[in-house]
């Protein structure tokens, strides 16, 4: 997917002075949110390359809403589940017919079809674009096609998956270029069938509770929710399910392509690999007319920056540019007084953006959060977390919503969603920004320029500490952490040594090698 680039540097620059290490951990500070410069409109989908060539039509099987019984109900928490994992027909890259193309290179085409599918997602094993190879990914009813796709990341058992396609099918463009006589392609092993979301029936408000459209509160439709996402995410490898997040300023505010959720919505790299962020899912009008998230520009892949679930939180980075429009302030202090304003924007059952008004009842440690079949706390996927208590006056809050911002007085963020009662969807529970911070603030707080980068050191295996912070002291053992820590326009500087990575720099910085001698290799073991 078009996600990385494998680049190889040989450098050799002298190394700079650094500063002394100071802790800060225990600090309180705030950041004002703040409009983003301007869209990142190539994210907008596109038209296929060669639309004249027919595609083969396939058919899956039907997609289906498992019994009440089915494991993945049992497994996951406030992350409602959404959609399941399945083997893909065997062998279906062989019912590839490829044309060539005037440039001399070949294109084919497969779209994939499930009745009663609300969404569609394609698993591939394998590496693919080496030699140039191309993917597009497209809606066949509206045309709206992403991509070209190449070089994706893969997780550690060699897979990797699509972007999302709302609706019933899902089209697969592949390009080869001219002259490349063997081709590298993959094999497709599985489909990702979604049968709840985005239409808005699968997850209606119980008891009365009614959600209020975010385009009808004009100041926050057009500031903060533009920096509120959704999230299609994996979990455990065979459960869909959609979540909300949003993108997070920082200080110097550069717009780095750092996004927060929560942590029972991603919990590991593999899941990080899985995410699709969809941007603007809003209406223009109140009450109007939701677009078409087919249309809607959508980022693919996050890296797992840092984690903290004690608070449920999770920072990612995002492996392509992201169409935030905001980017939401921050408040780390661990106060917030009973009765102060809060709300949240979120992307209830992974649908169009809604905003909720309340205030804060109370700061609750370790509350225990497990699914309705279970009581007992000790038992995964239980789990505990610091949580600020929210009671929302006359809007709520739905799964879907896991991993959105709630707000306060100054419209900063101060948690994540984790929960609420299964039975009242006017009480969220929000995991505490200010114990996360501790961790996550590296990424968002006075970022160490040079950054530091050196492989020899054991890291954050876990990226659930504060061991990694980009200093001479604490420095990430992998560029690619670096390169999201450093502001626009920094350094990141690299102890000599061979990095086995691949990937995209998509803003603007300096990768030079640390001290006098050695060479730095990024791209190869």
Known sequence: MKRYLGIALAVALAGAATAQEEDLLSIEVAIDGAPAPKQVNWLLPGTRLAPQVPAVQVELPRTERPEPSWEGYSEVIAFQPAGYAAPAPPELMKRLRW??????????????????????????????????????????????????????????????????????????EFYIPSGVERPQLPELTGIGYMFAGWEGGDFEPAGGCLFRDVACEASWRDGEARGVTMLSVLSGGNVFGFCSGAALNRNPGDFAPIV??????????????????????????????????????????????????DSDWTLLGSYEPIAAGWYLGWDSSSSWSSGSAATGIHHPGGTFKRISFGSVTSSDNDRCFCPPSQSSCVIPPCFRADVWSIDYTTYGIRPG?????????????????TAGPSDDCTIARYGRFADAFGNIRWYIFEMANPTFVNRAVAGDPGNDGSSERGTSANPFNTVYEGTFCVPTGGTVRIVPGNYNEQFRVWRPMRLERSGTSGVVVIGRP
Not at 260 to 278: G, I, K, L, P, Y
């Open 99 to 172: 044309r060539e193309l005037p440039d001399g290179g070949r294109v084919a085409a497969l779209e994939l079809h499930s009745q009663d599918a609300k969404a569609l997602r394609v698993q591939f094993t394998g590496h693919f674009g080496r030699n140039g190879e191309q993917l597009r990914v497209y809606d066949p009813k509206g045309g709206y096609t992403f991509g070209p796709y190449s070089n994706p990341i893969l997780n550690e058992d060699g897979t990797w998956w699509t972007t999302i396609i709302f609706g019933e099918r899902i089209g697969l």
């Open 401 to 417: 919503s896991s991993g959105s911002p709630v707000m306060d007085g100054s419209r900063r963020v101060r948690g994540t969603l």
């Open 260 to 309: 927060m959720t929560a942590h029972h919505c991603v919990e590991d790299q593999a899941e990080a690999n899985s995410t699709v962020f969809v941007w603007n899912f809003q209406n223009a009008t109140c009450n109007g007319t939701p677009p078409d998230p087919n249309s809607l520009p959508r980022s693919v892949g996050s890296l797992l920056l840092k984690r903290y679930p």
